[in-house]
């Protein structure tokens, strides 16, 4: 019997071009100079990015072309597989076809070095020799570190305190990589010692790590800032994901009727899902998308849209975006990745379109799924991919329940083998479930930007 079906393209399959969704949205927020309140300009851009990512971040072009070295790079693990999960809808005893994306299989582990080789592509060739970057989970700083020592780059990894130490053999493949990897907040900035006077035992957050990132390039002109995730930029070139999906259930003969992403700031979600969305855009067929983002940190369940730093520093231009508020600490949790303030404009954008539904989850929930997909499909998801997981599995009980088909495809955006202990906890019964803190979104609202301050969030 066969338990699984993989449908694999070949390396020149791979796409020649990054998909923006930009160029397809009916309506696009604005970002804007908080000094200024005018709209950002590339200029604005340049003391943290260089010119062709700034260039890349402002674009409304629908297709970016793909530079060859950079497609090389990708045919290591692109394109990478999409799978029918036929033992785990035997398990959930569902009419609905389950298929998964599987992004694991990078040399970093995740989906995160299909933007960390472009942007430390491109920097190298406008002459950068250091790149600074926060991480929260550790799987973009695993990939931005892999890429630095592809092209002979140096970085530095702010690393969410919470997430530092509860993830060390993160942290030691970033130096093994070549990387230096810092717990945030740090002595190193002015943001990050501002913390560390508030609260010597701070856990940190992927607000403050990107405060002191953009700290640190905004004060030295050979270093740069790259972004994991939430910046247009990184969304396009996530877009590889989607667009070999799109020709992967087309070797399936099927098309899902519902895509589901794990949402943290956005990288992964709209990498999967901007693809689908564009061809809907554009006359073809309509596809639900469902974000599913942690209950303990529900921006788009919970956040409101409006303008707000991307870091708690304030050196980010000012995002329209769903906020819980740059000032917000979200709760110790595991799934560190998907533990941001604020969501991709353009995600927010797409929310307020109709276009994706949010809805959140609970940790316990979602590494219950995580450990039922395990037994049945092999793989040990990261802990952020046990919220699509989970996702999945409630449109696979829906269909159950109505008693009709549906085809369903989610995002299995990483491995979970350095979040064992997270597992050892879960399958110990001590795993804490997150908790919303209602007080501290509340207090962190009342100090967004001056250019907007949103009606406070129901407890």
Known sequence: MIERTKYLLADEDTPTAWYNLAADLPELAPKRNPGTGADITVDDLLPFVCRDIAEQELSTERYVEIPDEVRQIYTQWRPSPLVRARRLERALDTPARIYYKYEGGSPAGSHKPNTAIPQVYYNKAAGITQLVTETGAGQWGSSLSFAGAYFGVDVRVYMVRASFHQKPYRRLLMETYGATCVPSPSEDTETGRKRLAERAEHPGSLGIATGEAMEIAFHN??????????????????????????????????????????????????????????????????????????????????????????????????????????????????????????????????????????????????????????????????????????????????????????????GLSGHGHFDLAAYEQALAGTLEDDIYDAAGVEAALTNLPAQERPALLDA
């Not at 303030?341 to 799924?369: D, N, T």
């Open 221 to 410: 002109p050979h270093v740069n800032y790259a972004g994991g995730s939430v910046l247009n930029h990184v969304l396009l070139h996530q877009s590889v994901i989607g667009q070999e999906a799109l020709a992967q259930m087309a070797l399936a003969d099927d098309y899902p009727d519902v895509v589901v992403g794990c949402a943290g700031g956005g990288s992964n979600l709209g990498g999967l899902t901007f693809p689908f969305i564009g061809e809907q855009l554009r006359g073809g067929r309509r596809v639900r998308v469902v974000a599913a983002e942690p209950a303990a940190c529900p921006t788009l369940t919970r956040g409101r849209l409006a303008f707000d730093f991307g870091d708690s520093g304030g050196f980010s231009p000012l995002f329209r975006m769903h906020t819980l508020g740059n000032d917000f600490v979200p709760p110790s949790m595991h799934a560190g990745g998907l533990r941001y303030h604020g969501m991709s404009p353009l995600v927010s954008s797409a929310v307020e379109a109709g276009l994706i539904e949010p809805v959140a989850l609970r940790q316990r929930a979602c590494f219950e799924a995580g450990i039922l997909f395990a037994r049945n499909e092999g793989i040990v998801p990261a802990p952020e991919s046990t919220h699509a997981i989970r996702g999945a599995i409630a449109e696979a009980l829906a269909a159950k329940e109505e008693g009709r088909p549906r085809t369903i495809l989610f």
